[in-house]
């Protein structure tokens, strides 16, 4: 019975993550159609928490050696840094704070309100607190930026997951620096480098348009 009931509450569960997953694909299909078509611009914004301390990641070494890194143990020091992806021109931008809060949600907010003062602006990010709080709801409406939130636990919809992955390759793997200032200088290098090429980014940076059924079985476990 217990068995029973929890695969009942499972399948349940899985119903409607699935249709609220597909309902938020629906409506990305509508702002990605007027990105394309009338210019509207669709801003995709996550946060990153990244650790001066190096990242685990795959290398070269000697057959039979040790892989050594070198660290000067910066501890837990980390810096958190806003990553903006404009689906419309391909382009990135990423913001360091010393930490990710309301505050500087809303100093984000009115960074991309500046550069793009008569556009509209759809932002679609996640349910973290922050993003939730009223004040940056009401910034939202001062700055008139419409905002689709993503539905819980679909990182898979957000495409800065993958600006992430592309930083952690190319800036912390096997990487420790010495102070908050080094890391965030050379992530403004990392995001200088890939404007080189956009192709890339809008390659990398893929934003997902559909469900895989098979896949949505597994997000549930009963």
Known sequence: MWFQNRLVCGLKRLCLQFATRREFLEKLKGLLDDALHNGHLLIFIDEA???LDSDEGYGWSVKGERFWVSS????RAKVSFYGIYVYNYAKVKIFPY???DQFNTIDVLKHLRTEFPDQEVTLI???APYHRAQLVNEA???LQINLQPLPSYSPDFMPVEHLWQWL??????HTCYQSAAELIERVHLFEQDIHSN???ISDRLWVKNHLDPDEEKLRVST
């Open 125 to 127: 990010w996640d349910g």
């Open 168 to 173: 952690r390759e190319d800036v912390t793997y």
């Open 98 to 100: 010393l930490k990710a």
């Open 49 to 51: 928490h990244i650790h």
């Open 140 to 142: 939202l409406q001062v």
């Open 198 to 200: 956009p192709f890339e």
């Open 72 to 75: 000067n143990s910066p501890g």
